[in-house]
């Protein structure tokens, strides 16, 4: 299954649209005014079922994940020098990304999760969520959401 995020166009705080391959809304993204990055995921109906939220004061960032209200876990950059690295502390998940950080792989061991690719010469953030079980589709774009909002921070 194919989601296609796009950042949107001249919003004051992070707000994202998270399209199927036919082009139906899967979820919204709102981003709320906090201390550090606050997005909320919206079903296609407007009703939030989740959020990423970023840990200030950490030395390398960390993104504790809810579901409704409550926490799932939490994702972290790892420290590394050639490509970022991300792992999850719920699942069992890791990222690696590539050099660039255009593209990023979610492994569950050796089970590819979802690939995820930036789209280049686009206006806003856009990018191409591969998801192999429509059942992760929810934790793969919240991996997504985080680390765009890590990249964001650094470019502050």
Not at 46 to 66: M, N, S, W
Request: a negative charge; aromatic letters at 18%; charged letters at 25%.
């Amino acid at each position: 299954m194919k989601l296609y995020f796009k950042q949107r166009f001249f919003s004051w705080f992070d707000s994202y649209d998270i399209y199927y391959e036919d082009g139906s809304v899967a979820y919204t993204v709102e981003g709320k005014l906090a201390w550090g990055h606050c997005l909320h995921i919206l079903d296609p109906y407007g009703e939030h079922i989740a959020t990423v939220k970023q840990q200030v004061l950490t030395f390398l960032p960390k993104f504790d994940l809810y579901v409704g209200e409550r926490c799932i876990g939490t994702i972290r950059k790892e420290f590394t020098f050639f490509h970022p690295s991300f792992t999850m502390d719920f699942c069992g998940w890791t990222v690696e990304g590539s050099f660039m950080e255009w593209d990023y792989t979610i492994q569950d061991g050796p089970r590819t999760v979802a690939s995820i690719s930036k789209e280049l010469f686009n206006w806003t953030d856009t990018y191409t969520i591969d998801v192999a079980d429509p059942g992760d589709a929810l934790y793969a774009l919240m991996v997504v959401l985080a680390i765009d909002a890590e990249k964001c921070s650094r470019s502050d």
